[in-house]
């Protein structure tokens, strides 16, 4: 299963907006739209932040958003707050019933 | 309450086997695909297996096809993984994951494995 490419590290500062790049083949990504965005404190299970691209499950804040243009998905971070510093993963179906996650991006607050 | 409480980990040898367990409460667990993702020590999430909600349909990543086995009972709200001819390159923090079809809606807190000699 080929990996999804994220940058390794983004940041920006209280109020701000930050956008998380997640690029697949056109196989996976561009093919479904079943990308799923988690979210990773250190030491604590991933939380679930954005399904099928673009939904928002409850106990998400609307402060977060997700969307795809071709082979690329992007998670999008609105008025970026302390408690969003975290570990951010986005994760594709890639076809008979496999999944796969990208690298991981560290998101600061500076 | 939705909980997710994984179980047997730890120090294993090198070509050795391990059950993980998966204990689910809260939800209809019968309704729910399920998922193993690991994470090694400093690393990223890695996908390792999947099951769908009545049993009959599984899948594993490439590097522990083979050796990793996938099974639930519904009856008794668990999921489980077999893990033979374990490798170093094993050694993660174990998650089971619950969701309706690919997402992990529900995680648990991680069981640790470590394979050395």
């Known amino acids: 299963q080929s990996a999804l490419t994220q940058p390794a590290s983004v940041s920006g500062s209280p109020g701000q907006s930050i956008t998380i790049s997640c690029t697949g083949t056109s196989s996976v990504v561009g093919t479904y739209n079943l990308v799923s965005w988690y979210q990773q404190h250190p030491g604590k299970a991933p939380k679930l932040m954005i399904y099928e691209g673009s939904q928002r499950p409850s106990g998400a804040s609307n402060r977060f958003s997700g969307s795809k243009s071709g082979n690329t998905a992007s998670l999008t971070i609105s008025g970026l707050q302390a408690e969003d510093e975290a570990d951010y993963y986005c994760?594709?179906?890639?076809?008979?019933?496999?999944?796969?996650f990208g690298g991981g991006t560290k998101l600061t607050v500076l | 309450e939705v909980q997710l409480v994984e179980s047997g980990g730890g120090l294993v040898q090198p070509g050795g086997s391990l059950r993980l367990s998966c204990a689910a409460s809260g939800f209809t667990f019968s309704s729910y695909w399920m998922h193993w993702v690991r994470q090694a020590p400093g690393k990223g999430l890695v996908w390792v297996s999947r099951?769908?909600?009545?049993?009959?349909?599984?899948s594993h990543a490439d590097s522990v096809k083979g050796r990793f086995t996938i099974s639930r009972d519904n009856a008794k709200s668990t999921l489980y993984l077999q893990m033979n001819s374990l490798r170093a390159e094993d050694t993660a923090v174990y998650y089971c994951a619950a969701g309706s079809g690919t997402r992990g809606d529900y995680w648990g807190q991680g069981t640790l494995v470590t394979v050395s000699s």
């Open positions: 994760c594709s179906y890639a076809g008979s019933g496999t999944l796969v």
């Open positions: 099951i769908n909600s009545d049993g009959s349909g599984t």
